[in-house]
């Protein structure tokens, strides 16, 4: 509490100074192009440097292919999201139907990022990067679209609302509606299709990077122990991880990519163990991993397991150990793998909220494109209705993945 205190009252000084500053220099902020209005700050850079432009006109071919790519990508994603929509609401109709609680029937939930309510402050920081680079790549990519079909780029630049980065470019409206529709739907999908190469460019770093930085071990932490259970009079303890049960390891066959983003799966080896003697006497052979004064120390434990038994007794989540191969890695492993999977999560978030139909979308607005070229005003109209009930749809979704 006393960090977020910190960081309330650096946020406030903030806009307080930039807001005075303003005030007192507001033609200097003007000459540099800079608004400032309350906690909005937007600072606008009328011309693309001379290098870049002049390397996206002279390649616009290759280009061009690049966003005919991100036109499929986005399609993919599109189609990737009504699925999980779509899933999710028969997911939940199903719970209401047999009275179970809704947010069982959500298969993949789709939560809001609010700091201190669903995320903890503490991922602030992680989480504002990812959202920056995210934002600006998404941005730079239209840019980029809009230069190699020769619509003119009339301004671009860097914002910042409350705590929140944010990037934008502005093409010429007159350009852009003059442009092929096959020119204005590249435009329209090169945002998305960024923040897709970007989440699938963090997998790959993660899938490969961090298992040459780090000696990887998944398992699962016993976080309580029941008196008189059987791991309670084997002598398993609170705190220790079980990384292999009847030395198999709990993460045979188990990508790093996996465990990170279904940690879950770390259960299966315990549970098919213990499934596979329900009801019978046996001897269960746990492999733990524990910290003692900073070095990790490996141990076994023979659990007798009663036939009338059918749990362990262990309270147990999912872990990831990373041990660093050299002092540096082990000093930033942290923040490097809280950036990756921040990285991936936004890129992909953003990439699917913003391939859906949704009026303010980039999928919105190439939806209304496309109907209306195939039906005219009626489809204008159509593609209105459509994109109101997917909100709604979306609205459903994230309330029942919170309840």
């Keep these: 509490m006393e960090g977020l205190a910190y960081a309330l009252i650096g946020i406030i000084a903030f806009w307080i100074l930039i807001n005075k500053l303003h005030d007192v220099y507001k033609e200097k902020f003007e000459k540099l192009h800079i608004e400032v209005n309350g906690v909005f700050l937007m600072w606008k850079f009328k011309l693309l440097p001379n290098k870049l432009f002049n390397f996206i006109r002279k390649h616009y071919r290759a280009f061009r292919m690049l966003f005919n790519i991100g036109i499929v990508l986005s399609t993919i994603v599109f189609l990737y999201a009504m699925k999980i929509y779509l899933d999710n609401?028969?997911?939940?109709?199903?719970?209401?139907?047999?009275?179970?609680?809704?947010?069982?029937?959500?298969?993949?939930?789709?939560?809001?990022?609010?700091?201190?309510?669903?995320?903890?402050?503490?991922?602030?920081?992680?989480?504002?990067?990812?959202?920056?680079?995210?934002?600006?790549?998404?941005?730079?990519?239209?840019?980029?679209?809009?230069?190699?079909?020769?619509?003119?780029?009339?301004?671009?630049?860097?914002?910042?609302?409350?705590?929140?980065?944010?990037?934008?470019?502005?093409?010429?409206?007159?350009?852009?509606k003059k442009a092929k529709l096959a020119s204005r739907v590249r435009v329209y999908s090169a945002g998305p299709s960024a923040n897709v190469i970007l989440a699938l460019l963090t997998l790959a770093f993660i899938a490969f990077s961090i298992p040459a930085l780090y000696n990887v071990t998944g398992g699962l932490e016993v976080v309580k122990v029941v008196e008189g259970s059987p791991a309670y009079r084997g002598g398993v303890e609170e705190g220790s991880l079980i990384v292999m049960v009847n030395g198999v390891p709990l993460s045979k066959d188990v990508s790093l990519v996996q465990m990170i983003f279904m940690p879950t799966i770390l259960y299966k080896g315990l549970f098919d163990?213990?499934?596979?003697?329900?009801?019978l006497e046996a001897n269960i052979t746990l492999t733990l991993m524990r910290s003692v004064n900073g070095k990790i120390e490996m141990y076994n434990v023979t659990v007798h397991k009663l036939a009338n038994e059918s749990k362990l007794g262990v309270y147990i989540i999912p872990r990831i150990i990373l041990q660093g191969k050299t002092a540096i890695a082990e000093y930033v492993k942290i923040p490097l793998l809280k950036s990756a999977i921040w990285m991936f999560i936004v890129n992909i978030g953003f990439a699917l909220i913003n391939v859906t139909p949704l009026i303010i979308t980039d999928g919105g607005k190439m939806f209304e494109e496309l109907i209306t070229r195939l039906f005219g005003e009626k489809g204008k109209k159509a593609s209105l209705t459509i994109q109101s009930i997917l909100i709604i749809i979306l609205i459903i979704n994230i309330l029942a993945s919170m309840m």
């Design 273 to 279: 163990v213990t499934r596979q003697y329900e009801g």
């Design 89 to 176: 609401l028969s997911g939940i109709f199903g719970k209401l139907i047999s009275g179970s609680r809704i947010s069982e029937g959500v298969g993949t939930p789709i939560v809001p990022i609010i700091p201190g309510v669903t995320i903890a402050f503490s991922e602030l920081p992680y989480l504002l990067l990812a959202l920056a680079i995210a934002v600006t790549f998404h941005e730079s990519f239209h840019a980029i679209a809009a230069i190699s079909e020769n619509i003119k780029v009339e301004s671009w630049g860097l914002a910042l609302i409350l705590f929140l980065p944010a990037a934008f470019i502005e093409p010429s409206e007159r350009e852009f």
